[in-house]
């Protein structure tokens, strides 16, 4: 399975968690679902570590810990900075069977089902049969996730809303996974099962840089002011996808440029409403992939398209190239422009 299908996965995914996770959080939650000295425990998408080094030294003394995780770069960090007698991390992808060798007091699962939609329930069924008879399951993740704020517009709530569906249906996210814990485990049979709600991206007032970090990478842009010309052919190609949205234009110089350079394109459809000037469709004809530009779920629907077909569309592009630099290039311009210059009648 190839780990980009990890939402969150980035480059600064090492440093978000290292952020972001709350020793305080975790000793609570540990300590509440009965993790007690002594125990060998599981962390099942264990990052970069930082859980299971906590885990472990509520494990002590005489306990264990091990974290799982499939990021060979988040365990490596682990293995470097958490390197102490009592912990190992190991490679692991949880969608396929867990090792029968491995037997743990205490599993603890947080923060992961939420991107395995689809499979959850049968992660936490495979994972299961790791636990020592008497041992605890601890399933901790979100319900609501990225759907509960309070004042905000209603523009700005309907488009979240919408952001969050399309990651369900699209991203196999599943911002409702909290409240399935318990059928999980009900389902597989377990009786004494436990149940705790707790508020966990509780933030009012001024936000805090890493509350604000970590906001950020789940919705990440980036507004980088004006780029000088020279540098501008970095940015074309080095993008995944262009994507020009503009309600109005006179031209579309940027629509050119990414075409010529053979970026994927995704741009408003002019052909859809009249009322306004969008020459898209006349300068990229059937080479882009055009949205309804009054359509959120429509673009990011386009933009998800672009992203998982990108390299055919490079492909598609680049026979193409040499005709679009001829059609656009300064001199055949120059030429059109003199000849209308000829045909004005004084
Ligand atoms: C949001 S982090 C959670 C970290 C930690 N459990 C916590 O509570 O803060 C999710 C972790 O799950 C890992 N992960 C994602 N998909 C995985 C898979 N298929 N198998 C194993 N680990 C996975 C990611 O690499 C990432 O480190």
């Not at 490679?91 to 939420?114: A, C, G, Q, S």
């Not at 991206?201 to 000088?228: A, Q, R, S």
């Not at 300068?283 to 009054?294: A, E, Q, S």
Request: aromatic share 14%; proline share 3%.
């Amino acid at each position: 399975m190839d780990k980009k299908l990890y939402l969150m996965e980035n480059e600064d995914e090492i440093k978000r968690l290292e952020l972001k996770t709350e020793s305080r959080a975790i000793e609570e939650q540990a300590r509440w679902a009965g993790l007690k000295p002594g125990m060998h425990v599981a962390d099942i998408g264990c990052g970069t570590g930082k859980t299971t080094f906590i885990l472990h030294s509520l494990s002590q003394p005489g306990g264990k810990a091990t974290g799982f995780d499939i990021s060979e770069e988040r365990l490596n960090f682990a293995k470097e900075k958490y390197n102490i007698e009592g912990i190992e991390f190991k490679t692991f992808n949880i969608i396929e069977p867990f090792p029968e060798e491995y037997k743990f007091d205490f599993i603890w699962i947080r923060f992961i089902l939420e991107y395995y939609r689809k499979e959850a329930f049968d992660i936490v069924k495979n994972i299961s049969n790791a636990i020592k008879p008497g041992g605890i399951l601890c399933l901790i993740d979100l319900d609501y996730n990225c759907l509960n704020h309070y004042g905000l517009s209603k523009r700005l709530e309907n488009t979240l809303f919408k952001a969050i569906k399309l990651l369900e249906e699209k991203a196999n996210f599943d911002p409702y996974v909290g409240r399935k814990l318990y059928s999980f485990l009900y389902d597989l049979g377990y009786t004494d099962i436990e149940v705790e709600v707790r508020a966990h991206h509780l933030i009012y007032g001024e936000i805090k840089e890493k509350d604000e970090f970590n906001w950020f990478k789940k919705i990440e842009v980036i507004f980088t002011g004006n780029i000088p010309n020279d540098k501008l052919i970095n940015y074309y190609i080095n993008s995944d996808i262009f994507v020009i949205p503009s309600l109005e234009e006179t031209f579309g110089i940027p629509l050119v440029e990414a075409l010529a350079l053979g970026v994927p394109i995704v741009a408003s459809d002019g052909s859809k409403y009249k009322e306004f000037f969008i020459p898209f469709n006349e300068i990229g004809r059937d080479l882009v992939i055009y949205f309804d530009p009054y359509s959120e779920v429509d673009l990011a629907e386009k933009m998800i398209y672009a992203l998982k077909n990108k390299n055919e569309i490079r492909k598609m592009l680049k026979d193409k190239i040499d005709e679009i630099k001829n059609t656009y290039s300064i001199k055949n311009i120059a030429r059109q422009l003199i000849h209308e210059f000829n045909n004005i009648k004084i």
